[in-house]
């Protein structure tokens, strides 16, 4: 006979795995797996630095902590984010490599989502090339240089198989 916190056990670590893969392969991440600091929402883990920066050097911080500056791919994804962390921040998203053609990177894969205010990205003045969350959810380009909030994300440690 199994100890019955045994069975509890599996029973709530069948409740926390998510299956996100095809038949072959099951990805599963463990709610509270993210690094101390780090807070988790779905299968990424976050972290809010304590200044605002110009969206290089806020790149370069979240590259040095082996993460990516955040890229939301949903209206509750940003939510969460506004909710417990800025209502307005850098996003992954420059079109410093052509003018106007807007590139967001997931770590370094291209990202297909995004979330326009209507009307941007603008360009103002010419000299917008770089995107932020605006407290109203949506995407605003605005100079690169300027300070802002900065989010970082890394992908929650994940079990396969
Ligand atoms: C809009 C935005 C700019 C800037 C300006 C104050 O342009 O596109 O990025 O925030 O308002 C008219
Ligand atoms: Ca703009």
Known sequence: MLPKRLIIGLISLCLMIRC???NERCGASIRGACPPAW?????????????NLPWAEAKQECIKKGSVLVVPQSQ???????????RQFWINCSDLQVEGTWVCQDGTTDVE?????????????????????????????????????????????????
């Open 39 to 51: 807070s988790q929402w779905g299968d990424k883990c976050y972290k809010q630095l304590s200044k």
């Open 113 to 161: 989502y995004s979330n326009w205010k209507t009307g941007e990205p603008n360009n103002a003045k010419g000299i917008e090339d770089c995107a932020v969350v605006t407290a109203s959810g949506d995407w605003n380009d605005v100079p690169c240089n300027g300070d802002s909030p900065v989010i970082c994300q890394r992908p929650a440690p994940q079990l396969h198989f």
């Open 20 to 22: 996100t893969g095809g």
């Open 76 to 86: 509750e994804e940003t939510e969460f984010l506004q909710n417990n962390m800025h």
